[in-house]
């Protein structure tokens, strides 16, 4: 019982800090008893399957071990959660071009302001993803990290050597440009809805393009919108590959060497 109790709360410490952040896991909607019954049901499943031979030092190095096991959890859910954000920040340069920026609601999942078409397009996408089964690949991720990154694991030379720090930048980067990608059929439309305005008041200077444009650029961006719509599901499809790769990336950079 001494030798596992410290294994299962080391256990338990990477599984919690993998729901705070994750997608669906994560949400303020999801009441904070099931998070916490469910990381222990799952850490039970960990520790039953694999982690009852294991050994961990019972000294203040053990505290060393409870950080490096949370910042484990925590990487590996905010990629999850890096790739979900592309979502709104594409939202949010549909909304700087469309006009909406200015009307930025409270999003009831984070508590924060949130873009109009970024939560409206987050919200499809949290749907399509649980129904998808993305959910139940995120507990394979969770619960198979063990076979990748074992609990002694070589993370924090990784951290010294750069390696850890450069797929996080990479990744940022790759999130930014799926984003700009995403909104760009959108941005480059009402782009070209705005010179089109700016002939129109070259042309004839009796309109009030400041009248006109406002609800034109709103009429046009909704209704190309409802055309891109069946797209979504192939758009969202290729980001959910993009983010379980990104994680097995992780998974595989944190990997102990033989």
């Known amino acids: 019982m001494l030798q596992s109790f410290p294994v299962f709360l080391l256990?338990?410490?990477?599984?919690?800090?993998?729901?705070?952040?994750?997608?669906?896991?994560?949400?303020?909607?999801?009441?904070?008893?099931?998070?916490?019954g469910l990381s222990f049901f799952v850490s039970m499943i960990v520790?039953?399957?694999?982690?009852?031979?294991?050994?961990?030092?019972?000294?203040?190095?053990?505290v060393i071990l409870i950080i490096r096991e949370v910042l484990i959890g925590l990487l590996l859910?905010?990629?999850?959660?890096?790739m979900f954000m592309t979502i709104q920040t594409a939202g949010s340069f549909i909304d700087i071009q469309i006009g909406f920026a200015i009307a930025n609601v409270?999003?009831?999942?984070?508590?924060?302001?949130?873009?109009?078409?970024?939560?409206?397009?987050?919200?499809?996408?949290?749907?399509?993803?649980?129904i998808m089964?993305?959910?139940?690949?995120?507990?394979?991720a969770i619960v198979y990290s063990y076979d990748?990154?074992?609990i002694d694991n070589i993370m924090f030379f990784k951290m010294l050597d750069g390696s850890l720090s450069d797929f996080l930048v990479r990744s940022f980067?790759?999130?930014?440009?799926?984003?700009?990608?995403?909104?760009?059929p959108l941005v480059t439309a009402l782009f070209l809805t705005d010179v089109g305005l700016a002939?129109?008041?070259?042309?004839?200077?009796?309109?009030?393009?400041?009248?006109?444009?406002?609800?034109?650029?709103i009429i046009i961006g909704l209704a190309l919108f409802l055309i891109l719509m069946p797209s979504l599901a192939y758009l969202f499809q290729n980001l959910y590959d993009i983010m379980f790769e990104s994680m097995q990336n992780l998974l595989v950079l944190l990997k102990k060497s033989p």
């Open 148 to 150: 990748w990154v074992p």
């Open 77 to 82: 859910g905010f990629i999850g959660y890096l």
């Open 199 to 217: 002939f129109l008041a070259r042309t004839a200077p009796q309109y009030n393009v400041f009248v006109i444009g406002v609800p034109l650029k």
């Open 133 to 140: 089964n993305g959910h139940h690949h995120l507990l394979n």
């Open 173 to 184: 980067a790759q999130s930014f440009m799926l984003a700009f990608q995403m909104a760009a």
């Open 106 to 130: 409270i999003d009831p999942l984070t508590g924060t302001s949130a873009p109009i078409f970024g939560n409206f397009k987050y919200m499809i996408a949290l749907t399509m993803f649980v």
């Open 47 to 62: 520790f039953s399957s694999g982690g009852t031979g294991i050994t961990v030092p019972q000294d203040l190095t053990y």
């Open 11 to 36: 256990i338990f410490c990477r599984i919690t800090s993998f729901f705070v952040v994750v997608p669906v896991f994560s949400s303020r909607s999801i009441p904070l008893q099931f998070k916490i």
